[in-house]
């Protein structure tokens, strides 16, 4: 019964790294009206491509429920998406941005600057005005503008998928961003277990049961109260090692 269990997940996971790729390319039409025109500036058009493309992944992810590859839950998911908010999540997984912008499709989000070269993920992050991450003045500004106009956020501080150790580690920039700009910074602790779909792991290699993750929602915290005594560099670090404790001690 393992052993057919086993192979209806590989099965399974094969065919969604295939249906992912494969409805990503073909998604380059669908997405024609929003690439084809400027939308940098078109609020309305980014979060019509946004709630276009949050369907298609939220069917992705039920895909993955439904044939056993993972299971998930979620807590405390309504308090995202809202206008200012910076959310900062760990990044165990491949599937972790999948996951919550399928639910919270409404967020911006800042990418890797790689992915615009990916056949499957070029459109979409053009369409959806997606932040690619050159780490220039004018990414900052975009950032800025992100939270001025009302946006949401979400960034992996991490920079990359956690490794195979667990340890996490942050780049302060993104807490940096959330303190100058963000009217609320909010932490969401990304639990999954077996750990899976790492940096470099080929898709066959999976694990012996069904991958569970457990995605919550943390208590928001205030740039102010951090700003309040300490200058930015300063109140940046101090509240980057607060979030790498609450992190490892969240997952762990």
Known sequence: ????????????????????????????????????????????????????????????????????????????????????????????????????????????????????NNPSMKSQILATGYIPNDESLEMMEEVDAVFKSGQSLLIFPEGTRTGWDGQIKLHRGAVSIGLRSARVITPVCIKMNPPNFKKGQPWYKIPPRTIHYEITVGDDIHPQDWLAEKPLPIAARRLNIYLQDYFTRETT
């Open 1 to 116: 019964m393992k052993s057919l269990n086993y192979y209806r997940r590989f099965v399974a996971t094969l065919f969604g790294f295939i249906l992912f790729g494969v409805v990503g390319v073909l998604f380059k039409i669908v997405l024609l009206p929003y690439t084809l025109s400027d939308t940098q500036n078109d609020i309305a058009r980014q979060m019509q491509a946004r709630r276009l493309i949050g369907r298609v992944w939220k069917w992705f992810a039920g895909y993955l429920v439904w044939s056993g590859v993972l299971t998930v839950r979620f807590n405390g998911l309504e308090k995202l998406g809202r206008p200012g908010q910076l959310v900062l999540a760990n990044h165990p997984s491949l599937l972790d941005v999948v996951l919550l912008i399928g639910h919270v499709p409404q967020m911006n989000c800042i990418v890797k600057k790689d992915l615009l």
